[in-house]
């Protein structure tokens, strides 16, 4: 009974005052037609991506048993760096502030994206204190001031909160999407494109540093080894230019130390470069690929707010916050009434 008595309230006030709601209405209707003709339209881009994260089929165990030889460990970091983690190292602060900070041309001078969207974002905040802070091509982040770092993340938290969209629209598939949207639609093509490729670069680094550095130490293991075999060869054949028609069998041992050395090393060299190509193999098998499916093109989603929607919302709300205030005052005079009585 309170709540229809309630009801009751709020349709009385709406029909006596009427006319207050429509001019109201009407006021905010256009203000609302305005505001939507004074927003610039939004470009969204659309690229998706297969994902293949590597490291199957290759011969693991041996290579792992190598690496523990030497002290490495390679372990397998399949887990950690694989699948959806990619959508997360695509909207991380250092793949979206690589972007910000990177160059590139509008308007025939070269920008940094930053300074491009604060640029844009100036024009409609002129009395903005971002006026002051630039990002000049070229310049160095360990060279930022504190305004220009704190400038930089906050740009950062705006890109990754609400323009910068990374999805796996079909769980059962490796197939990944990205959505960039801005009001510009070069710069909504070039940081599509940009934070792909930063986050491949970055991608195949991780998944390929253990294999990396373990193909290293093998690599100059290598070379040291085949260093010392050749060097047992040139000492045995000076051993044996100096000794040419020994008169003892003492002197044939510094050429039978000289051959046992050549045997072991040739032994141990032979070992290591098929250990090496193992190594290779399998810093070859770790590579994920990233492979494009539909590009950042142009023509892109163009996303305009309308002005029927927009002006039926601007009236909506501002008659509900007259016919709140009404209620209100009603509410606070009745009270008033009844402590005066």
């Known amino acids: 009974p309170q709540a229809i ?9 709406f029909f006596k005052k009427w006319w207050l709601f429509a001019i109201v209405g009407l ?24 994902l293949d994260d590597g490291g199957n089929g290759g011969n693991i165990g041996n290579i792992m048993s190598l690496a523990s030889q030497f002290g490495f460990s390679l372990g397998n970091n399949s887990d950690l760096f694989s699948g959806d983690n990619i959508l997360q190292i695509m909207k991380s602060r250092r793949m979206i502030e690589r972007v910000l900070l990177s160059v590139d041309t509008f308007n025939n001078k070269p920008y940094t994206l930053i300074e491009y969207y604060l640029e844009n974002s100036r024009k409609h905040k002129a009395n903005s204190k971002i006026n002051d802070i630039h990002f000049p091509a070229g310049q160095l982040k ?13 740009t950062y938290q705006e890109f990754s909160n609400k323009y910068v969209i990374a999805q ?32 491949n670069n970055f991608y195949v680094e991780i998944r390929t540093k253990k294999a990396k550095e373990t193909l290293g130490i093998l690599e ?21 230019d100096v000794n040419i028609n020994p008169a003892f069998s003492e002197a044939q041992v510094p050429v039978q130390k000289q051959q046992a050395n050549i045997q072991v090393y040739g032994a141990a060299y032979g070992e ?12 070859l098998n770790e590579i994920p690929l ?10 892109m989603e163009k996303i305009k707010t309308g002005k029927l929607k927009m002006a039926i919302l601007f009236a909506v709300f501002a008659d509900l916050l007259i016919l709140c205030w009404i209620g209100f005052r009603n509410l606070f005079s009745t009270k008033g009434d009844s402590a005066s009585i």
């Open 27 to 50: 006021v905010a209707g256009v203000a609302g037609i305005f505001y939507a003709a004074s927003q610039k339209p939004q470009y969204k881009s659309s690229l998706t991506f297969a």
């Open 220 to 240: 100059q293991r290598v070379a040291s080894m085949k260093g010392d075999l050749n060097s047992s060869i040139s000492n045995r054949a000076a051993v044996q």
């Open 5 to 13: 008595s309630s009801l009751q309230a709020i349709f009385k006030i």
């Open 272 to 283: 290591m470069f098929k250990n090496l190509e193992l190594a290779r193999f399998q810093y």
């Open 142 to 154: 360990s060279t930022f001031t504190y305004q220009q770092d704190s400038m930089l993340y906050k």
């Open 290 to 299: 990233m492979q494009i499916i539909d590009p950042a093109d142009y023509p």
């Open 168 to 199: 796996r629209p079909d769980r059962k598939l490796s197939i990944y999407e990205v959505n960039v949207t801005s009001t510009n639609e070069k710069f909504t093509k070039d940081f599509t494109d940009r934070i792909v490729t930063e986050t």
